[in-house]
């Protein structure tokens, strides 16, 4: 057998594995049934691509994340090493042309989701196929109580059984003991080897920042940092804002899933190479990013779990240097989560109605839409069919996650046309044997409905039917419309949906809405168990955050928020109170500028405030500055 050493070095160019990734390795080659649970930035991925590479036959990877798929499949193919990944079937890409690729290529790596494994045509060719080990990347999304649970990632179990000799490796970076035992039971894993690495990173400082001027602390935090750093914001729109307020004094770029492939390609390389040093993102930015360096991950919000925080926050000091994990907290922003992730829920009647508006929008009829990509503008469908747009959007996601569809951020353009002629006019004029008329006898065939309303285009796909460039069919397109034979509109889109289900609402639908009421309590504890993270200043941050996970820490960490981290003497605090107090004698000033002044700890500092607010001994005035309230 090839040394794993040698294989390491020539593919990869490493002298040696991280922690816990040669054993994982070593436990598959034996074909045994394994779980590696590996932090953020552990190298998951390598545990199956290498012994890929160690004998004959082909590794089969489940994940459902399609854009870290596709660019697992570019490195791979960089590196010499053959791997494929199921695309949406096309006429001239067919799910049959790619499993006879599949079959009868060199290919040692094929990628799947979870929706795609559920085709019956595509278990039952893989079942045929020499697989030597099953991977499910991203195990965690198997159990209800994970914090990604998608419903297709059950039916894993059903073809592992038409492979009873292939070792199975379940891969996840967060998982509670909970859900442990949920991907054990539910993948039907045969007395499995786990290799867990501890969910411990000590070498970043987990901070809660209470403020209620974030601006004004972040501005504080950048003056004062000067080495990359990730700015994690709730929305778009907060991104966008947050760019503006600082793209004058501070190198930064933004990134959220609104902007172009082409766009975060070069807004990540200027990150990368630090032109800018400051990355402001959604959620959509940290999918495979392993920037070694990053010192600082600043959270403007909560985010959805704990789950998640762990996961951003660990993008911090990858490369084991010290490093920081800031969260800014603001007033009720709890109950402001309640309302968004919990009260914004649709209901069964909303979420019905929002699938059928979808499929009436698209012109998708009963038992249509299978296998099928479609384009939509957000927000005009939200306005077409008057749905609270926060609403809609829950809904899209939480449909992503039951299967229905994959869906994804996309700038795009698309086409809006409608023939304006008569049928027979129509007829008459696709008469004469040309170029032109073949190509628009194609399209008529295939949207049968653009003369009696206009209808969205897919010009990928027309120009994969009529294997003619898009720009010739942008020409003839723009000709006929010159010659008053259709109106043609342009339309920009912003969602991409890859419908994985025909429609069909009674079927389709029932089993979601009997999860929908388990969903929301799930949702529920995962926000409970963030703010009592949040709000308990008793115990160590860091302790806090590993017990969740089921990891037992006494120790305090000695730089986190917690007061129970910074033990401060009595005569120290009574100085903190008089020096606290003369300056505030002296004029109204904000948390920030009395953290700047003070030869204090921060915490500290913001305790006292708290308590004097509490006591009614202070107030804020519009400008989120200190006053003391007068006697």
């Given at each position: 057998?090839?040394?794993?050493?040698?294989?390491?070095?020539?593919?990869?160019?490493?002298?040696?594995?991280?922690?816990?990734?040669?054993?994982?390795?070593?436990?598959?080659?034996?074909?045994?049934?394994?779980?590696?649970?590996?932090?953020?930035?552990?190298?998951?991925?390598?545990?199956?691509?290498?012994?890929?590479?160690?004998?004959?036959?082909?590794?089969?990877?489940?994940?459902?994340?399609?854009?870290?798929?596709?660019?697992?499949?570019?490195?791979?193919?960089?590196?010499?090493?053959?791997?494929?990944?199921?695309?949406?079937?096309?006429?001239?890409?067919?799910?049959?042309?790619?499993?006879?690729?599949?079959?009868?290529?060199?290919?040692?790596?094929?990628?799947?989701?979870?929706?795609?494994?559920?085709?019956?045509?595509?278990?039952?060719?893989?079942?045929?196929?020499?697989?030597?080990?099953?991977?499910?990347?991203?195990?965690?999304?198997?159990?209800?109580?994970?914090?990604?649970?998608?419903?297709?990632?059950?039916?894993?179990?059903?073809?592992?059984?038409?492979?009873?000799?292939?070792?199975?490796?379940?891969?996840?970076?967060?998982?509670?003991?909970?859900?442990?035992?949920?991907?054990?039971?539910?993948?039907?894993?045969?007395?499995?080897?786990?290799?867990?690495?501890?969910?411990?990173?000590?070498?970043?400082?987990?901070?809660?920042?209470?403020?209620?001027?974030?601006?004004?602390?972040?501005?504080?935090?950048?003056?004062?940092?000067?080495?990359?750093?990730?700015?994690?914001?709730?929305?778009?729109?907060?991104?966008?804002?947050?760019?503006?307020?600082?793209?004058?004094?501070?190198?930064?770029?933004?990134?959220?899933?609104?902007?172009?492939?082409?766009?975060?390609?070069?807004?990540?390389?200027?990150?990368?190479?630090?032109?800018?040093?400051?990355?402001?993102?959604?959620?959509?930015?940290?999918?495979?990013?392993?920037?070694?360096?990053?010192?600082?991950?600043?959270?403007?919000?909560?985010?959805?779990?704990?789950?998640?925080?762990?996961?951003?926050?660990?993008?911090?000091?990858?490369?084991?240097?010290?490093?920081?994990?800031?969260?800014?907290?603001?007033?009720?922003?709890?109950?402001?989560?309640?309302?968004?992730?919990?009260?914004?829920?649709?209901?069964?009647?909303?979420?019905?109605?929002?699938?059928?508006?979808?499929?009436?929008?698209?012109?998708?009829?009963?038992?249509?839409?299978?296998?099928?990509?479609?384009?939509?503008?957000?927000?005009?469908?939200?306005?077409?069919?008057?749905?609270?747009?926060?609403?809609?959007?829950?809904?899209i996601h939480l449909l992503d996650r039951e299967g229905l569809w994959q869906w994804r951020s996309l700038y795009r353009e698309q086409i809006h046309l409608q023939f304006l002629a008569s049928r027979q006019q129509i007829l008459e004029w696709l008469q004469s044997n040309t170029e032109r008329s073949a190509f628009f006898q194609l399209l008529w065939r295939r949207y049968p409905r653009v003369i009696q309303h206009a209808q969205e285009i897919d010009l990928e796909l027309l120009a994969n039917i009529c294997e003619l460039p898009q720009?010739?069919?942008?020409?003839?397109?723009?000709?006929?419309?010159?010659?008053?034979?259709?109106?043609?509109?342009?339309?920009?889109?912003?969602?991409?949906?890859?419908?994985?289900?025909?429609?069909?609402?009674?079927?389709?639908?029932?089993?979601?809405?009997?999860?929908?009421?388990?969903?929301?309590?799930?949702?529920?504890?995962?926000?409970?168990?963030?703010?009592?993270?949040?709000?308990?200043?008793?115990?160590?941050?860091?302790?806090?955050?590993?017990?969740?996970?089921?990891?037992?820490?006494?120790?305090?960490?000695?730089?986190?928020?917690?007061?129970?981290?910074?033990?401060?003497?009595?005569?120290?605090?009574?100085?903190?109170?008089?020096?606290?107090?003369?300056?505030?004698?002296?004029?109204?000033?904000?948390?920030?500028?009395?953290?700047?002044?003070l030869p204090y700890s921060k915490e500290n500092i913001i305790l006292i405030l708290q308590a004097w607010a509490e006591a009614q001994k202070l107030t804020q005035n519009k400008n989120y500055q200190w006053e003391l309230t007068p006697p």
């Amino acid at each position: 057998m090839k040394s794993l050493e040698n294989t390491l070095k020539r593919y990869w160019g490493f002298d040696r594995f991280r922690p816990l990734q040669k054993e994982i390795i070593h436990s598959i080659i034996e074909g045994k049934d394994t779980i590696g649970l590996l932090p953020t930035g552990g190298g998951k991925s390598l545990c199956y691509q290498l012994p890929a590479l160690m004998g004959e036959g082909i590794t089969v990877v489940v994940s459902p994340l399609i854009a870290l798929m596709q660019d697992q499949v570019k490195q791979l193919k960089e590196r010499k090493i053959p791997a494929l990944m199921l695309e949406r079937p096309t006429p001239h890409h067919s799910l049959e042309k790619q499993l006879d690729n599949l079959a009868y290529g060199p290919f040692k790596i094929l990628f799947v989701s979870p929706e795609r494994l559920q085709n019956s045509l595509v278990s039952e060719r893989l079942s045929k196929l020499p697989v030597t080990l099953l991977a499910v990347d991203e195990a965690h999304c198997v159990s209800e109580w994970g914090h990604d649970f998608r419903p297709a990632f059950l039916a894993i179990r059903n073809f592992r059984e038409n492979l009873p000799k292939t070792p199975l490796l379940a891969l996840t970076a967060t998982a509670t003991p909970t859900v442990l035992q949920d991907i054990k039971k539910l993948l039907g894993l045969q007395s499995p080897s786990l290799f867990q690495a501890s969910f411990d990173r000590p070498n970043i400082a987990y901070h809660i920042d209470k403020t209620s001027d974030k601006i004004g602390r972040l501005k504080t935090i950048l003056a004062q940092d000067s080495e990359p750093c990730i700015i994690y914001c709730r929305t778009r729109k907060q991104t966008e804002a947050l760019y503006h307020q600082f793209k004058d004094i501070h190198a930064v770029a933004y990134f959220h899933g609104g902007i172009s492939e082409e766009e975060k390609k070069e807004r990540l390389q200027d990150w990368l190479k630090e032109t800018k040093r400051v990355m402001i993102a959604t959620l959509a930015f940290g999918m495979g990013i392993d920037k070694p360096n990053v010192r600082h991950v600043i959270h403007m919000s909560p985010p959805e779990s704990l789950e998640h925080y762990y996961q951003e926050s660990g993008r911090a000091g990858r490369d084991g240097a010290l490093a920081k994990a800031t969260l800014l907290l603001g007033t009720n922003e709890f109950d402001q989560m309640r309302r968004q992730f919990l009260e914004a829920l649709p209901t069964k009647t909303e979420l019905t109605h929002f699938y059928k508006s979808l499929c009436n929008y698209l012109h998708i009829g009963y038992g249509e839409g299978q296998e099928q990509r479609f384009y939509i503008h957000f927000q005009e469908f939200c306005a077409q069919y008057q749905l609270p747009p926060y609403k809609a959007l829950q809904a899209i996601h939480l449909l992503d996650r039951e299967g229905l569809w994959q869906w994804r951020s996309l700038y795009r353009e698309q086409i809006h046309l409608q023939f304006l002629a008569s049928r027979q006019q129509i007829l008459e004029w696709l008469q004469s044997n040309t170029e032109r008329s073949a190509f628009f006898q194609l399209l008529w065939r295939r949207y049968p409905r653009v003369i009696q309303h206009a209808q969205e285009i897919d010009l990928e796909l027309l120009a994969n039917i009529c294997e003619l460039p898009q720009k010739k069919i942008i020409r003839y397109l723009n000709e006929a419309k010159i010659d008053g034979w259709l109106s043609l509109e342009w339309v920009r889109s912003d969602s991409c949906l890859e419908w994985m289900h025909p429609r069909e609402e009674p079927y389709t639908l029932a089993p979601i809405l009997h999860r929908l009421q388990n969903r929301i309590e799930q949702k529920r504890k995962k926000i409970e168990a963030l703010e009592y993270f949040c709000s308990n200043n008793d115990h160590c941050k860091r302790n806090l955050l590993l017990a969740y996970f089921g990891e037992e820490k006494n120790e305090p960490c000695h730089h986190c928020s917690a007061q129970s981290c910074h033990s401060t003497s009595h005569e120290e605090m009574e100085n903190l109170h008089k020096e606290l107090m003369a300056c505030l004698q002296k004029e109204p000033l904000s948390t920030e500028a009395l953290i700047a002044q003070l030869p204090y700890s921060k915490e500290n500092i913001i305790l006292i405030l708290q308590a004097w607010a509490e006591a009614q001994k202070l107030t804020q005035n519009k400008n989120y500055q200190w006053e003391l309230t007068p006697p």
